[in-house]
């Protein structure tokens, strides 16, 4: 600014003399000429040194600002222009979150600031041991997690779409002509994606990041170039603490790739960076020019003298382009698909979260980064931040301490860390190790697969979808695979359904395998290959009883082939004490760390991480490779003293008619209902008012303000209220304890243990697999506990549930799965809406009688559900209700089946065309019409009256029920398994529905037979 107004009072000097040489006389001209001459030679002085500021003095105008300085403007234009940082209290003080300078991590992370100069027991060298105590490890929380750190405004937060609207916009004070499509056009060609896609979920992480790397480079032209653009860039202050260039993937060199030794890295690194440079500094006649062009053209709208002069600068060369684009690349958020710039949140440097019980769901990333409406963000602790004894922290001159905050980035390997953010992590849980299909071949066949057993490979993974349809034999059958140290594998599902990754290791392990011991389940594996049949595939040849130890079996000798390849000292299980290969690595990245070569020594670390994982894996315990099922103990229920509390809560909600009460059952039953007095049949045995059952309208009566918005949001989320009912049972089953008003009905229902023996949403699924193969129940049971998973996962995502329940509650598996087996099990429908209601939520079913139901008696106030005995029951007798449900509904959602079931059917599925499958569940006439009626439209048949019973349709009927037939039977074990006495509960269920199938499709082929 200084240099441009002295420029403009020399224009004002010289403009001033041209006036007053009318007035002067002509003896005068000559000197009036050359003051006129000196003052436009010092003008254009000025103006030339406007127009050409050299480095030297941007620099120095950067490095004429300390460190202090820096960071105090950037916290400072934070708060200006609207961020808030939330009060943290510890005691009588108030934390501040600080930006400070940690070396070790490479420049500025976020801290918390507090005054302990009086606990300070030591401090020297800038640490600080806390004060001694009684207890040396003593630990304190000074933050929890979810706890509010901070809220960044949207006016800081940089976005491709308001960079878009910035430069696109006709109506904008910046707009470019042709900016969207000139950008789309270069951001095509050179990265084959999508380009600026209509939708930003659907642009390409890359393509963010180069039209968000372009408009902070343009930013920065005008931060280090003051004097022709008038004024400072709003992001300044920003700009000045951002580091030098991140020292990603791309930024090696010949060396640092030969010391990296990974092909696949070294093509990401040096494809990444050939096309940045060319889409940048390619030949701006290429239809869309350059992005150097753009951004040059983004310039001169800002600029006062044309961005011409810009052309050469440091600002807006290459390697200033990549700088950024590793900047954006290491530290923009995606949320939702969509890549944010949020400064102040990026500056939290990152540490794994501490590990937790597989039980635990991992909170995801945006729980701890909340989009507002008005599209502001709010970060929290994804932790508890602890103050420890046993931790050094450091201390400023002042005396207060910082305690570094950290967060976890996210389950990613630690290739992605260095590929995109420059680092590589010392502890990274999520880290994976390649390990070579060649080596698992080798590990399972070490003599080589036979060619025999090849074709039987090759047809049951291109018949599970795990090969492509032309495999080439000679070749590995086995891709390559990421391997994380728990010996899990990278992109293999999440669910029951799909497991593509170990699904295809289990296949060439049992077949290529000799071992003798596994005979059966090869002859198995061949048998279904013969046959076809998807199903039977996937379960004797991919899910296979001990398939899971089998497949770590595999990893754990190919971890074994490549750590002892070439190094003959390792040959003991004390893993890396006696590794040379480790020691040898672990060397060369002191060295380089010690003479400052700082690719080079990530490069070293990054093999050093490869290696320690190799020798986990390779070395990984008995425990680990055998990892069975959970063991769930024995039930301590003490039941007598729960149903006395639970009866005496019976009679203290004064029921306008109750008959029943509560009592032990036994024999695996545990608890049902019994007859207080003669109950005949068709009378009113319980009458139940409003406010004695748990249901959504009670519960928002009953419910706080933060869980009565949470019930609301969730409301109508499902056409039953399914979820609401969750987080209310939740809520004051784990949240309220015994303090819920509901809390003497709530700790006589079954424990979480309880479920885990009785509730198919626990079982293995090898049992599942192994035991109800053939029958499409499997498909319903699968299905039903993937969806309960993925609603769990949503709403372990949600923010209000998280702050509501409690994250110790809401991350549970065990507790989710719980409480969805009690609502799925227990509740009750009436005036169409699901239940929780005491007592009557107890009595048990049978076969016998009409269905039960219960409605609504009575209006207003005096609304009454009332349900009525189907059957006549003595005093003292249990009292029984008929579901009226087949045994694969009653066992997926209730645990149990029927012995003799006359609501009983066997599901079968037809698909049309390659359409979603129908299914119908057949055990009558009535039911094989349905199907012939399907049938005919897939067989082009005449549509008829007379469905089932015409000639035409028949052989497609007896076809499909004999292929069902021959199905079911297949997977049968032993004629004899379902009466062995002794066997757990659930597989008898499952064996019964199989066998009962089999009997139902049987009887329907009768009568089709028959009516022939």
């Not at 001459?37 to 620099?59: K, P």
């Not at 499997?778 to 409690?806: C, I, M, P």
Request: charged share 25%.
């Amino acid at each position: 600014m200084a240099r441009k107004k002295s420029a403009k009072h020399a224009e004002a000097a010289s403009s001033h003399a041209l006036n007053k040489l009318t007035s002067k006389s002509s003896s005068n001209l000559i000197m009036g000429l050359s003051i006129i001459i000196s003052i436009m030679a010092i003008a254009l002085l000025l103006y030339l040194s406007f127009l050409h500021s050299d480095e030297d003095t941007v620099i120095s105008n950067y490095a004429n600002k300390t460190t202090e300085e820096r960071q105090a403007a950037f916290m400072q234009w934070i708060v200006d222009n609207g961020g808030i940082f939330h009060p943290i209290r510890h005691g009588d003080q108030t934390l501040a979150v600080t930006l400070e300078k940690f070396p070790q991590f490479g420049g500025w992370g976020l801290a918390l600031s507090l005054d302990t100069e009086q606990q300070c027991f030591n401090s020297t060298d800038g640490q600080c041991q806390l004060s001694e105590s009684e207890d040396e490890d003593s630990n304190e929380t000074i933050v929890h997690q979810l706890d509010p750190l901070f809220t960044i405004p949207s006016s800081l937060i940089i976005t491709v779409p308001k960079i878009l609207e910035m430069y696109g916009s006709i109506s904008s004070d910046w707009h470019i002509p042709s900016f969207h499509s000139r950008l789309d056009t270069i951001l095509r060609k050179g990265l084959h994606g999508n380009g600026l896609s209509k939708q930003i979920n659907m642009m390409g992480l890359v393509e963010q990041d180069v039209v968000m790397a372009l408009y902070l480079m343009a930013e920065n032209c005008q931060h280090e170039h003051l004097n022709l653009f008038g004024k400072d860039s709003f992001y300044g202050p920003y700009l000045d603490v951002l580091p030098g260039l991140i020292p990603r993937l791309d930024t090696f060199g010949h060396e640092e790739y030969n010391v990296l030794k990974d092909k696949v890295l070294e093509q990401i690194g040096r494809e990444s960076k050939r096309a940045l440079e060319e889409m940048y500094s390619g030949p701006s006649d290429r239809k869309g020019g350059s992005l150097k062009a753009v951004l040059l053209d983004m310039i001169a709208t800002k600029i006062n003298t044309g961005s011409s002069s810009l052309e050469k600068a440091s600002c807006t060369s290459f390697e200033s382009f990549h700088r950024f684009i590793a900047l954006i690349s290491s530290r923009a958020m995606v949320l939702r698909g969509e890549k944010r710039v949020v400064p102040l949140a990026e500056m939290i440097n990152y540490a794994p979260l501490p590990e937790v019980s597989s039980n635990i769901i991992r909170p995801a990333f945006d729980l701890f980064h909340s989009l507002g409406e008005d599209g502001s963000m709010t970060v929290r602790s994804d932790r508890d931040v602890i103050l420890s004894s046993g931790v050094d922290n450091l201390v400023r001159e002042d005396g207060s301490t910082v305690v570094q905050l950290f967060e976890d980035y996210g389950p990613v390997d630690s290739s992605l860390f260095l590929e995109a953010h420059g680092f590589v992590p010392n502890d990274n849980p999520h880290h994976c190790v390649v390990i070579p299909g060649p080596l698992i071949e080798r590990a399972v066949a070490p003599n080589g697969i036979k060619e025999a057993d090849k074709q039987f490979i090759v047809d049951a993974l291109q018949m599970l979808r795990l090969a492509p349809a032309k495999l080439d034999t000679s070749r590995p059958l086995l891709q390559d695979f990421c391997v994380r140290q728990d010996l899990s594998l990278v992109e293999d599902g999440s669910d029951n359904v799909r497991r593509p990754a170990s699904d295809a290791i289990a296949v060439v392990s049992l077949l290529a395998s000799n071992d003798e011991d596994q005979r059966s389940l090869r002859e198995q594996c061949t048998s279904a290959i013969n046959s076809s049949a998807h199903e039977m595939i996937e379960i004797r040849c991919a899910r296979y009883p001990e398939n899971d130890a089998i497949i770590k079996g595999a990893l754990n000798s190919a971890a074994g082939f490549i750590v002892k390849e070439g190094n003959s000292n390792t040959d003991s299980e004390d893993s890396e004490k006696t590794d040379a290969e480790s020691t040898r690595l672990v060397s060369n990245l002191l060295s380089a760390e010690a003479e400052g070569l700082e690719r080079m020594a990530l490069a070293w670390r990054f093999r050093v991480q490869e290696r320690r994982l190799l020798l986990s894996i390779a070395y990984s315990t008995e425990e680990l490779l055998d990892q069975n099922e959970e063991k769930i103990s024995p039930s301590n229920d003490e039941l007598d003293e729960k149903l006395r509390e639970f009866n005496s809560f019976i009679e203290s909600l004064h029921l306008p008619v109750n008959k029943l009460e509560a009592r032990i059952v036994g024999d695996g039953v545990r608890v049902g209902t019994f007859a207080k007095e003669g109950i005949d049949e068709g009378e009113i045995y319980i009458s139940l008012p409003e406010n004695t059952t748990i249901d959504y309208d009670h519960a928002i009566k009953d419910a706080h303000p933060n869980l009565k918005q949470l019930l609301k949001k969730y409301h109508g989320s499902d056409r039953d209220g399914f979820m609401a009912l969750l987080i209310y049972l939740v809520y004051e089953r784990f949240v309220m304890k015994e303090q819920s008003k509901w809390w003497p009905y709530l700790n006589l229902l079954p424990t979480i243990d309880d479920v885990k023996r009785s509730h198919p949403l626990f079982y293995a699924e090898t049992d599942i697999n192994q035991h109800l193969g053939g029958s499409h129940a499997r498909q319903v049971l699968l299905r039903y506990r993937q969806g309960t998973n993925q609603k769990h996962a949503a709403l372990a995502s949600d923010l209000d549930a998280h702050l509501v329940l409690g994250s110790e509650n809401l991350l549970n598996k065990d507790a989710f799965r719980w409480a969805s087996a009690i609502i799925d099990s227990r509740s009750i429908w009436w005036g169409n809406k699901r239940h929780l209601a005491p007592l009557l939520d107890l009595v048990n079913a049978d076969s016998v009688g009409k269905p039960h139901g219960t409605q609504i008696e009575g209006q207003g106030i005096e609304n009454r559900a009332v349900t009525r005995a189907s059957r006549h029951v003595k005093k003292g007798d249990q009292l029984f209700e008929n579901y009226a449900q087949p045994n694969h509904l009653l066992f997926t959602y209730h645990g149990f089946i029927l012995e003799d079931n006359p609501d009983d059917c066997a599901l079968t599925r037809i698909s049309i065309d390659g359409r979603a499958p129908l299914t119908f569940c057949i055990k009558d006439w009535d039911s094989l019409e349905e199907m012939a009626h399907v049938l005919r439209v897939k067989y082009h048949l005449r549509l008829t009256p007379d469905q089932g019973k015409s000639e035409d349709v028949r052989p497609y009927l007896i076809q499909e029920l004999k292929q069902r037939i021959s199905q079911l039977k297949a997977f049968v074990y032993n004629d004899n398994d379902v009466s062995e006495k002794g066997q757990p509960y659930h597989i008898h269920c499952m064996q019964t529905i199989v066998k009962n199938d089999i009997k139902h499709f049987e009887n329907a082929l009768a009568l089709v037979t028959e009516a022939t």
